[in-house]
């Protein structure tokens, strides 16, 4: 039996969860996986309800748990609180608390929608598929901070820290994944200014020795950045600290169309694992079943593969929603000319319905 905490959260992420869950037990049914869902409060409603947006229930919760699946956090309605209260600062301790280190975002374009991309299909090519892994529980986001008042204003620092463990852990797991791919690993890092960035590079280069068929290159953020709108195909994989992939992910997203089609994985050193999809709570079209709830069902595909490892359940989920899209099929925010506009829960029906066949 497989315990899944579900954190459906705000916005739209109850109603795109609510066919994540579907199509999860579709795949309970055909293949036999026996799943128990329990659901938490977690963002915002749990503001409204604790006073936290990670409360000590939902915390306990999660540490007991196989798996975790979380919808969206946050919104308009709680951006004033304060810092160690806003939903984003509960989605942090989540991490923290899990030891989630390693965030795996892929950026796969599926061939259905290349015309969505704001990007010329000349540019993207014909099959573009980049895995960025982005360390996650470490650097300038969970480092020291503070401010003081000098006789220049105020100043404000935010301390970016790794040591050799943090960046060894992170690397492994893209070194692994680069292995099972095409074995090219980018390290994307400022090692000609950043100090944090000289041992990233040198960790990294050493590591490469222990994965010989595995070809890296390093490459600056600054260069990175202009290189996945210039010529984004001799990507495969990208391995990174905190701040720069949390950056590059988003902008490698885009390259898709829509942050609507994709899923991500938070993972710790024993495979247990935060799955979510990259989109925001979007609270101006939460309930009104347009909501795209792609990026949440395959997310549940990755937590099949990644946390669980039944690949051939997770392929079908990836199959599914393949089969929907050339179905023509569409939701709201990757509608074209000539396809079928659906909504979320008609989306959901139609790829547990391929789960079915």
């Known amino acids: 039996m497989k315990k899944i905490v579900v954190l459906p959260g705000d916005g739209i ?16 049914e055909k293949y036999s996986v026996e799943m128990e869902f329990e659901e938490y409060l977690m963002g915002g409603c749990a503001i409204d ?7 000590p ?18 919104g308009p309605k709680w951006d004033n609180v304060e810092a160690s209260k806003r939903a984003e600062s509960g989605l942090l301790r989540l991490r923290k608390s899990l030891n989630a280190f390693a965030n795996l975002r892929p950026a796969k374009l599926q061939p259905q929608l290349i015309s969505s991309s704001s990007i010329k299909e000349e540019v993207l090519g014909e099959s573009l598929d980049i895995m960025v892994v982005r360390e996650l529980t ?44 095409n074995n090219k690993l980018t390290l994307v890092d400022k090692a000609n200014v950043l100090e944090s960035s000289r041992l990233w590079r040198e960790t990294v280069t050493e590591m490469a020795k222990e994965y010989p068929d595995v070809m890296l290159n390093c490459m600056y953020v600054d260069n990175a950045a202009m290189q ?9 994989v990208i391995v990174t600290e905190n701040l720069f992939g949390d950056i590059l992910s988003d902008e490698a997203s885009m390259l898709t169309g829509s942050l609507g089609m994709l899923p991500s994985a ?88 391929e789960i079915y066949k």
Not at 13 to 28: F, N
Not at 49 to 55: E, L, R, V
């Open 57 to 74: 229930v939902t915390e306990k919760a999660c540490l007991e748990a196989d798996s975790v699946l979380l919808g969206a956090v946050g």
């Open 228 to 236: 996945l709108i210039r010529n984004p195909s001799q990507f495969d």
């Open 266 to 353: 938070s993972l710790n050193e024993n495979g247990k694992g935060i799955f979510e999809p990259i989109h925001g709570s979007a609270p101006d079209i939460a309930g009104k079943n347009i909501a795209n709830p792609i990026a949440t069902i395959l997310s549940c595909g990755m937590m099949l593969q990644y946390s669980f490892k039944i690949n051939e359940a997770a392929n079908k989920i990836y199959d599914a929603v393949s089969n929907v899209l050339d179905k023509g099929y569409r939701c709201a925010d990757i509608m074209m000319p000539s396809m079928i506009r659906v909504g979320t829960e008609e989306m959901g029906d139609l790829i547990a319905a």
């Open 49 to 55: 309800k604790y006073d936290n947006p990670y409360p």
């Open 13 to 28: 992420g109850p109603e795109t969860m609510k066919q994540g869950l579907k199509v999860l037990r579709a795949i309970s």
């Open 138 to 181: 470490g650097g300038a986001y969970f480092g020291e901070k503070g401010r003081r008042e000098t006789e220049n204003g105020m100043s404000a620092w935010d301390l970016m820290i790794y040591n050799t463990v943090e960046i060894k852990r992170v690397s492994r797991v893209a070194f692994e994944i680069a292995g099972l791919r």
